[in-house]
């Protein structure tokens, strides 16, 4: 792959893992690269590569994470524990800041945007108690508006100050089940795109 960065042509690696049910592609990160550049260029060869429907998913579906967190990845479809605990999303460009190590390596999950789901609900202050209580099942906190005419339920720990934030509104969701359904693709970055892509294979073998 090619990029035009201020009028140098440069070229980057990208080599694609067979070996894995889901597309796994190894970026180069470029020497002294900026996330944001990378980040562009992972982003353009997405949306040449992958298929249109997942456009969304490369703009707002994305997630990034250590590549320690790989074989948790490969084996649930996701990094955390339990699968259904909340995650923060966003675009390539602000996934590729989270995880990166000093050899530049780092994982960023592309996810199903369709499948992420808001960690809150907004409900007004008369529902009925029964009702309520079994939305808190699923979103077990609370804070109740300023002037007492909403809740606002979240999977958020109660004590977050991202609650009812703009922040929870837009970035953090969850994946109730079929968190493997929900992950479209993975993108392994390193500066050493021999020594990422060993690793990556070595992790595969070890599932």
């Not at 994305?62 to 084996?75: F, M, S, Y």
């Not at 606002?152 to 922040?167: E, F, G, M, N, Q």
């Not at 994946?175 to 021999?194: E, S």
């Amino acid at each position: 792959m090619y990029i035009n960065k201020k009028e140098n042509i440069i070229e980057r690696r990208i080599e694609a893992i067979t070996d894995f049910s889901k597309p796994i592609f190894i970026v180069q990160r470029l020497e002294n690269e900026g996330d944001h550049d990378l980040g562009h260029a992972m982003f353009s060869f997405a949306i040449n590569n992958l298929e249109e429907k997942l456009i969304g998913s490369c703009i707002g579906g994305c997630r990034g994470v250590e590549i320690g967190k790989l074989h948790t990845v490969l084996k649930t479809g996701i990094d955390v524990n339990p699968p259904d605990s909340v995650i923060f999303i966003d675009g390539f460009t602000k996934a590729v800041e989270y995880g990166k190590n000093p050899s530049g390596q780092q994982v960023t999950m592309i996810f199903d945007v369709k499948k992420l789901l808001p960690t809150f609900k907004e409900v007004d202050f008369t529902m009925e108690e029964a009702q309520l209580n079994k939305l808190k099942q699923t979103y077990p906190n609370e804070l109740i508006s300023k002037d007492e005419k909403n809740i606002w339920l979240t999977r958020l720990p109660k004590d977050d100050r991202r609650i009812a934030t703009s922040y929870e509104r837009e970035y953090a969701r969850w994946i109730p089940n079929k968190q493997m359904d929900a992950l479209k693709a993975i993108f392994v970055c390193g500066i050493d795109v021999d020594a990422t892509k060993y690793f990556v294979l070595e992790t595969i073998k070890d599932l």
